[in-house]
């Protein structure tokens, strides 16, 4: 029954465009096209910030749906009395269709050439993270994939052909250097707690040479050596020292 009532009301509609004179049904139609464009706001130079929220509202693709509507229905109402009539009609509603297919091939273009460029800014920047990912100061290397990030952020989108496979690649870097990181910082806790007992060895030496409170020459002796001892071990990181 929806079907059928749908069907019905555009057959009317069809009726009632061929029962109307050309000149209304032109200027009417024009004033829709002008409307629909200057609502989405194609009429006008855009901004960046216009023109991602037209891609994002896909208000092109609607655009151009509304146009091929509206180029149907003229073609359907048929033509005046005055082949001249004709023409200014024609020309009036072309140069509105041909501003909005100019915007729609411009805006396009950018936008590839926006896709080009960011996709071989994130092409250096897998390159320059699969060389920094060499070095073998984490904290250079850390600061490195870091700052590296932040301009992925800022390149860019490349398109739906590249942005995912040139991610993966970049993800794979930064994958391989926080495998590095992790693998750096564990020795260094495991270095640290070795380091850490051999101090509490010492201090356990030393606890007992005090003990004693003789303070021989073999014991002095003992406790310089102790000291010498306590410096050739290292650095027992911050929580230990």
């Known amino acids: 029954m929806v079907g059928s009532a749908k069907g019905a009301g555009k057959v009317a509609k069809a009726k009632a465009i061929a029962n109307m004179t050309m000149d209304p049904i032109s200027r009417n139609r024009l004033l829709e096209?002008?409307?629909?464009?200057?609502?989405?706001?194609?009429?006008?130079?855009?901004?960046?910030e216009?023109?991602?929220?037209?891609?994002?509202?896909?208000?092109?693709?609607?655009?151009?749906?509304?146009m091929n509507e509206l180029l149907e229905a003229w073609k359907s109402a048929?033509?005046?009395?005055?082949k001249e009539k004709d023409d200014e009609l024609w020309n009036e509603f072309k140069a509105v269709r041909t501003e909005f297919f100019d915007k729609k091939s411009e805006y396009y273009a950018n936008m590839?050439?926006?896709f080009a460029k960011a996709?071989?800014?994130k092409e250096e920047l897998i390159a320059?993270?699969?060389?920094?990912n060499q070095n073998e100061n984490i904290k250079e290397l850390?600061?490195?994939?870091?700052?590296?990030?932040?301009?992925?952020?800022?390149?860019?989108?490349?398109?739906?052909?590249?942005?995912?496979?040139?991610?993966?690649?970049?993800?794979?870097?930064?994958k391989a250097f926080y495998a590095k990181r992790n693998a750096y910082y564990d020795g260094l806790k495991e270095m640290f707690s070795k380091r850490a007992e051999e101090k509490r060895a010492i201090i356990a030496e030393a606890k007992m040479l005090l003990a004693r409170s003789e303070f021989t020459q073999e014991e002095v002796s003992a406790i310089k050596e102790l000291r010498t001892k306590w410096k050739?071990?290292?650095?027992?990181g911050k929580e230990n020292e």
């Not at 096209?33 to 960046?48: A, C, E, G, Y």
């Not at 216009?50 to 509304?66: H, I, R, Y």
Request: charged share 35%; net charge positive; glycine share 8%.
């Open 33 to 48: 096209i002008v409307s629909i464009l200057n609502k989405h706001q194609l009429l006008r130079q855009p901004t960046p």
């Open 50 to 66: 216009k023109a991602k929220a037209v891609l994002e509202e896909q208000s092109f693709k609607k655009g151009t749906e509304a």
């Open 78 to 82: 048929g033509r005046t009395s005055s």
């Open 112 to 114: 590839r050439e926006g």
């Open 119 to 121: 996709k071989a800014a």
């Open 128 to 132: 320059k993270a699969k060389e920094a």
């Open 142 to 174: 850390t600061a490195q994939m870091n700052d590296l990030m932040e301009q992925w952020k800022k390149a860019g989108n490349a398109g739906r052909e590249n942005e995912d496979k040139l991610w993966k690649e970049f993800n794979a870097e930064r």
């Open 232 to 236: 050739g071990v290292g650095n027992a």
